[in-house]
């Protein structure tokens, strides 16, 4: 693992504060996500040496809390069969490998090789295991276990089926296609179904949730990698369809989700986390980030059961300096600049309503900001973050930023619930409890207030604004 000189390490001007980078160099995909013995393993495409994508590996950071992580060594090197692509790791509790030695429990990890553009490599499934909790990695002498199928097949996400008693390995294909299969021991894989996930490709996942809490109650979603998916049933065989292609990301930058296997059963959560692609981080000694972590959810809608991505609690973990509004009327904002050309510099004395423009007294740059807003008679409303507009337009029911609509229709009784995750360089909005999601990349723009709400042509009723100023995962540093 490559490291910094500790004054600046983790605290240079772009980089994020309580989102995932690596010390140094590329990052994209996170892969191999397992829990294990009180640590969260976290995976990743890495490409140490290099600023932009190279040659793979899977670099690897450990946490025990979800929030703060520590890199450690990286996890598998590239080797004969070429780089070391996407993939996802289980714990083979029950031995089906035969891989146990001594008291842990085999972490088997399974990911792709070869192709793109290596000649005499096809893309193919191998499986690597530790029995040192992770640590290290023994790649399996007889790999692949799974051979070329079709174009650049890739990304496998393996689960444990407890019914059928195997593992089900979810497989990208080509275009928008996709397959199953199973598998009961990681090492001998049989095809089981295939499937499409329109408006998408790559890094699939295969989650099964109750919906509205009840275990007794239950469907699977067939996730890909733009943040788009399907619920439907599972026999053991075949995955059935009960819903369109859905979108559940509508951001710029959210990609290449993955949920973590063998949280405990009395955690219950799924908890899933994203590549932010796209990001820019000029002059830093590393690229890319990852999302903040989410928790899954399926719930009964006017539309039907959908899915629901929302923060983890243990951001709660950050949270310091606390700013609250109740009951709060917002009026049409001040047009600062004709105020400032009318009156000079003392343009705030004449401010004709101490109700426009809402500007939080704080200096922060990392918040975790809660609202219940109901648009009342205004055409529009928004906030300005660190010098970007997210705008609300009444009309439409959507929210614009950077350029990209985000559909945000009204609750049931008028109301507009958000959350929003607001880092050094990224913005995560959640919209109703976290039916819409949306991940942005930022590089921030020159402004007088890192934080100021407004109103256009008309008032907007707050029922309550909550803004937590967070403290950064390497303050400790």
Not at 22 to 45: A, C, K, M, T
Not at 151 to 166: E, L
Not at 176 to 187: E, P, R, T, W
Not at 451 to 466: P, W
């Amino acid at each position: 693992m490559n490291t910094q000189a500790a004054p600046t390490l983790y605290k240079e001007l772009h980089r994020p504060q309580f989102h995932f980078t690596s010390q140094r160099y590329w990052i994209n995909d996170p892969n191999g996500l397992v829990y294990y013995r009180g640590e969260y393993h976290l995976f990743f495409q890495y490409s140490p040496g290099f600023m932009n994508h190279a040659p793979n590996s899977w670099g690897h950071a450990v946490s025990r809390d979800l929030v703060h992580w520590q890199q450690i060594e990286d996890g598998l090197e590239p080797d004969g069969y070429g780089w070391i692509w996407s993939g996802s790791a289980v714990v083979d509790t029950n031995n089906t490998t035969g891989f146990k030695q001594g008291d842990d429990d085999p972490i088997v990890a399974i990911y792709t090789t070869g192709g793109f553009g290596e000649p005499g490599n096809p893309c193919v499934q191998s499986i690597a295991y530790s029995t040192d909790s992770g640590r290290t990695f023994t790649k399996y002498a007889h790999n692949p276990v799974l051979g070329h199928i079709r174009a650049a097949n890739r990304d496998p996400k393996v689960i444990w089926h407890a019914p059928t008693g195997r593992w089900v390995m979810a497989l990208y294909l080509d275009g928008n296609d996709y397959a199953l299969f199973g598998s009961h021991d990681l090492i001998e894989w049989d095809h089981l179904c295939d499937l499409t996930v329109e408006g998408t490709g790559e890094c699939p996942d295969f989650i099964e949730l109750p919906i509205d809490g009840d275990p007794a109650n239950t469907r699977w979603v067939f996730w890909g990698a733009a943040g788009v998916y399907r619920i439907g049933t599972f026999d053991g065989q075949t995955f059935t369809p009960e819903t369109p292609a859905l979108r559940a990301e509508y951001g710029a930058n959210g990609y290449a989700a993955q949920t973590w296997s063998n949280v405990p059963a009395e955690d219950g959560r799924q908890i899933q986390i994203s590549w932010m692609a796209g990001g820019k981080y000029p002059s830093m000694p590393f690229n890319q980030q990852l999302s903040f972590p989410v928790e899954l959810a399926l719930r009964t809608t006017p539309d039907g059961v959908r899915l629901f991505r929302s923060p983890v609690r243990e951001i709660e973990r950050l949270h310091a300096r606390k700013q609250e509004w109740r009951y709060y009327i917002l009026r049409s904002g001040i047009d600062r600049r004709a105020m400032f050309v009318r009156f000079g510099p003392n343009w705030r004395d004449h401010m004709p309503d101490a109700h426009a423009n809402l500007i939080p007294d704080t200096t922060a740059d990392l918040f975790d900001i809660r609202a219940e807003i109901e648009p009342g008679d205004a055409a529009a409303f928004g906030a300005i973050i660190h010098g970007h507009a997210l705008h609300y337009d009444t009309a439409s029911q959507q929210f614009n930023y950077l350029g990209r609509d985000i559909p945000a229709k009204l609750d049931a009784d008028g109301r507009l619930r958000l959350q929003i995750l607001v880092d050094r360089t990224s913005l995560e909005l959640f919209i109703g409890g976290g039916r819409v999601s949306a991940s942005f990349c930022f590089l921030p723009n020159s402004c007088d207030y890192p934080l100021e709400f407004y109103a256009k042509d008309g008032n907007v009723r707050i029922h309550s604004l909550t803004i937590h100023e967070l403290d950064s995962i390497y303050d400790e540093f």
